[in-house]
């Protein structure tokens, strides 16, 4: 039916047409499809995750290892010395508090470069988001550990004695850190989004791009 001419390209388009299916075409011809604004969206998005995590649990832990009955219930001269002794504690307690925000992002900051910068650790953490699931999870659960594990002790100030309640150091320091690094580096698990859905971010986000050659 087809007449074979001297090049067989025509042969093979006319065929393609003739079984209804589109001619193929080279690897190279394909349109390379990019989404560089993933990137800072996910940045932007873990970083305000982060901050209000870790700016909460920040407050939440110099409150309560440094505030105690005497602060508040002790005798004071007045109700101004009181309420001086109350702004005092207040303003240690919230440089405190912004000075362990400061320190868990610059650590958190520093560890999760490489993961961003490097490709082939970037499309590895891209690829597998359970591990940034997984990490928050651990992380809380060794807070809780480390609140379970604590102890109670004495501490002495000038209008008495008071309980003070201290967590485990270990696994407070161990699942403070991972929390607050897979909270930075949280990614949705590929494996769990919708199949149109997955093939974009496997395509935009897990493949290598490739290296244009020098005459291109």
């Known amino acids: 039916m087809f007449e074979v001419g001297q090049s067989g390209g025509i042969v093979e388009s006319d065929q393609a047409i003739a079984t209804n299916e589109a001619p193929a075409f080279p690897a190279e011809a394909r349109p390379v499809r ?19 995590v870790v700016g909460i649990l920040s407050v939440a832990l110099v409150v309560q290892l440094t505030l105690t009955p005497g602060a508040i219930f002790g005798e004071f001269d007045g109700i101004f010395t009181w309420v001086v002794s109350l702004g005092v504690d207040a ?41 940034t699931v997984a990490g ?12 379970a594990l604590g102890s ?18 270990l696994p407070l320091l161990i699942g403070w850190f991972v929390l607050a690094l897979s909270l930075s580096l949280l990614v949705w698990p590929a494996r769990w989004l919708p199949r149109r859905a997955r093939a974009w971010w ?15």
Do not use: D, M
């Open 152 to 169: 109670w002790g004495n501490i002495h100030q000038e209008h008495g004695t008071y309980a003070l309640f201290t967590p485990s150091p």
């Open 34 to 52: 990019t989404a560089r604004w993933v990137s800072w969206v996910l940045f932007l998005v873990e970083l305000v995750l982060t901050s209000i």
């Open 202 to 216: 496997t395509e935009t986000q897990l493949t290598k791009p490739a290296r244009r050659s020098v005459g291109a």
């Open 91 to 131: 303003a240690a307690e919230i440089i405190g508090a912004i000075f362990v925000f400061l320190l868990t992002g610059l650590i958190v900051g520093i560890l999760g470069l490489p993961v961003r910068l490097i490709g082939p650790v970037r499309r590895a953490w891209l690829g597998n988001g359970e591990v």
């Open 136 to 147: 928050v999870v651990l992380g809380v659960l060794l807070i809780i550990v480390a609140y």
